[in-house]
């Protein structure tokens, strides 16, 4: 089974006259392992695509399945619980708490889950060894780069072990250096812990770089698929 299903999906907002078709039957499918790069230019929908799939918005029409579940047929508390176990979602601003380190803003999703204090921090240092900050752990953002605060981002949304890591535009703040360096983390959590990573973008030449497969979406719509050779 894929890891997720999207069929015929369509996302409108407004109504009559005034309504704005953002998703106009989009279909996609994403196995379990895959790299896939969303790119389009700015209104082209591949955010708001990114936004259903993270169920963070509803679709109009049309189904989004993740693991086999509808996402579409999810209460509110089942999104959330979705958001919290199946999915790490990390943005171009990094949305750290400024006043806390490194290990506490990773730690934070296992707060809200109710995890015992050993067991969060022990959690939230292990995913910070992953994207390679175990030094500067103790280090609030004011003290980090912007490379090393999206880095504390990712492991945020690694420290659920999440089957899905969606990414809307994680290099859009950073300059070209050290986008390269957290596109490298990206490919690394991909091809060795065998994450699956949707990254939306407008570059197509990131996309090339790191991405097993290009969809690229015009006015609403998959306008073509490539696969990339690794």
């Known amino acids: 089974?894929?890891?997720?299903e999207i069929r015929a999906l369509v996302r409108r907002y407004g109504k009559g006259h005034a309504?704005?078709?953002?998703?106009r039957g989009v279909d996609l499918v994403i196995d379990h392992g895959e790299f896939v790069a969303v790119l389009g230019?700015?209104?082209?929908?591949?955010s708001t695509l990114l936004n259903l799939l993270s169920g963070l918005d509803s679709p109009t029409a049309g189904e989004v399945c993740v693991a086999g579940e509808d996402l579409a047929g999810l209460s509110g508390d089942e999104l959330a619980r979705y958001r919290s176990s199946r999915i790490g979602i990390v943005f171009q601003s990094f949305?750290?708490?400024?006043?806390r380190t490194a290990l506490a803003n990773v730690a934070m999703p296992l707060v809200i889950d109710g995890l015992p204090p050993g067991e969060r921090r022990d959690r939230a240092a292990a995913a910070l060894?992953?994207?390679?900050?175990?030094?500067?752990a103790e280090h609030r953002p004011s003290q980090l780069s912007g490379g090393e605060q999206q880095r504390v981002a990712i492991a945020r949304a690694l420290v659920r072990d999440p089957a899905l890591l969606v990414c809307d535009e994680p290099t859009g703040n950073l300059d070209s250096a050290t986008?390269?360096?957290?596109?490298?983390?990206?490919?690394?959590?991909?091809a060795e812990r065998g994450v699956t990573v949707v990254l939306v973008t407008h570059d197509r030449e990131l996309a090339r770089r790191c991405a097993t497969r290009i969809v690229e979406m015009v006015d609403g719509a998959v306008a073509s698929e490539e696969v990339i050779a690794r």
């Open 1 to 4: 089974m894929p890891l997720v």
């Open 19 to 23: 309504a704005v078709e953002a998703l």
């Open 41 to 46: 230019r700015s209104g082209s929908g591949k």
């Open 95 to 99: 949305h750290l708490l400024p006043g």
């Open 129 to 136: 060894a992953a994207v390679g900050l175990t030094e500067r």
């Open 179 to 190: 986008a390269a360096e957290v596109t490298g983390l990206l490919l690394a959590l991909n």
